[in-house]
């Protein structure tokens, strides 16, 4: 197998954010590239130097274990520090909405006696997937040298990430409209909160989903 054709199956064996995923396939190739440039010095033909550089380097499925892993922890970290950051952006913006909306006494007065505890609940489902979020990349980058397992991290994230919102946005919806007087906050600041959760949410899904698909296979380092 010449270079091209063993990077080309490396990089197919391999899930995870593009960016780490590119650099360790570049790194491979350099010290491929540099291994066969020495067996050319030496005398071989350039085929037989990338053909020995290859099989030094050693088979896709003997490596690509140590370089999945990687990746799996990278994608566990990035969802770690979205879920650390953006959730608790996400519960103070709302707090403070909820506190000069609606202006009105007389409608928190009037609100449902379930109204407390289910707001109370909200936030301690947010901040609790939050601070599992900064423990699991805590895990991944100053304790990974305790981790042997980064996929098991990685998924449970994902898994809460995808258990969570769905939680969130029903309280959410009924701490909304399910008062004699639903708060839509219509107005422009409500408006441009609801934007913000929109996007917040919608990177977390697309960074769980990833996370939960690279994690599904088994930890063999080959997820094709």
Known sequence: MLIDDYVAELEDALAGPRGPKRDMVVEARDSLTDTADAFEADGLDRAEAERLAVAEFGQVSEIAAGYQSELTASS????GVL???????TVAMWSVLWRIYPAHDDIWINRPAWYVTVARLLDIIQLATGLYGGLVLFALSRGARWIRRPRVATRSLGVLVWTALPVTAGLGL???YGTDAPNTLAFLPGVLAN???????????YC????????RAPATGLTR
């Open 76 to 79: 566990g970290r990035r969802l």
């Open 83 to 89: 879920m650390f950051v953006s959730v608790p952006i």
């Open 174 to 176: 009924l701490l909304s």
């Open 195 to 205: 934007l913000v959760t929109a996007a917040m949410w919608g990177m977390q899904i």
């Open 208 to 215: 769980a989903t990833r996370c939960v698909r690279i994690t």
